[in-house]
Structure formats: structure tokens, C-alpha cells
């Protein structure tokens, strides 16, 4: 019993951990951390994953890539 308290409040301590880590990242983006606890949670998680588009891979076009490849292979070589 005693053994699953620790781990109850080890996992607790390290989601705690992972919040205020999070509230740093926000902080960080120029974002107090009294404006994070009053948005959605997964709203600015989503946020701080959103990536450009051209490290969006399953956005890029296939045929578009081999063609401008091809252009490049051709004006180096």
C-alpha cells in the first residue's frame, strides 16, 4: 500500500512537473502564465506543435518533389 502512495505522488509531482514546464514553454512564446490557465489546455498544446509547411510532410506534394529534384539534379550537374 504504501509503495502505490509513492508512486501515486511520484506521478503526481512529475504531472505537475510537466504542467509547469509547459507554463515555462508559454512563457517563453510571450505568454503569462495567468493567460495559459484561462485558455484550453489542449488548444495551446496544439498551438506550440503547429509546425511550417514545409516540415509538414503529409502536405507535401510527391510529384511537385521529384519534379523541382529533378530541376536542381539538372542546374547542378
Same mark, same amino acid.
Given at each position: 500500500?504504501?509503495?502505490? /502512495? /509513492?508512486?501515486? %505522488?511520484?506521478?503526481?509531482?512529475? +504531472?505537475?512537473? $510537466? ?17 495559459? *490557465? +484561462? ?6 498544446? $496544439? ?8 516540415? /509538414? ?8 518533389? %521529384?519534379?523541382?529534384? /529533378?530541376?536542381?539534379? *539538372?542546374?547542378?550537374?
Amino acid at each position: 500500500m504504501a509503495n502505490k /502512495r /509513492r508512486q501515486t %505522488l511520484a506521478s503526481l509531482k512529475n +504531472n505537475r512537473e $510537466d504542467l509547469l514546464l509547459n507554463l515555462k514553454q508559454f512563457t517563453e512564446m510571450g505568454i503569462l502564465p495567468s493567460q495559459a *490557465k +484561462n485558455e484550453d489546455y489542449y488548444d495551446l498544446l $496544439d498551438v506550440m506543435k503547429a509546425r511550417p509547411k514545409e516540415e /509538414r510532410i503529409e502536405l507535401i506534394d510527391p510529384i511537385k518533389q %521529384l519534379r523541382k529534384s /529533378r530541376f536542381a539534379n *539538372k542546374k547542378g550537374g
